[in-house]
């Protein structure tokens, strides 16, 4: 198992909206896996994380790509990148199993 952790550092007074917006999206969209969205409590201010969580690269790439050939994802990424400073990050996590 993977998990892809992407970080967004976003514009100032813009949080709610940017939560709201990706909640919306994250809702729209029928992820294989657990995803989970973070908003900054105690670490740099205006933040958002989203995870999500895939099988192995070939599933996370095939995902992607259907989610951006989608023709809802360009009015979303529009409206979701306004509200974004520039900057963040884009993980690949391996999950450790130690049960």
Do not use: C
């Not at 990706?22 to 657990?34: D, L, M, N, Y």
């Not at 995902?63 to 520039?86: C, G, H, I, M, V």
Request: glycine share 4%; no cysteine.
């Amino acid at each position: 198992m993977i998990v892809n952790r992407q970080t967004m550092i976003v514009k100032p007074g813009r949080l709610d909206e940017a939560e709201a917006l990706a909640v919306a999206e994250t809702k729209r969209v029928s992820f294989p896996h657990s995803r989970r969205l973070y908003s900054s409590n105690i670490s740099p201010y205006d933040r958002l994380v989203f995870e999500a969580e895939f099988e192995n690269l070939a599933e996370y790439e095939k995902f992607w790509a259907e989610w951006r050939a989608s023709p809802e994802t360009a009015a979303f990424q529009e409206k979701f990148n306004d509200l974004l400073e520039a900057g963040g990050t884009n993980e690949i996590w391996t999950l450790v199993d130690w049960s």
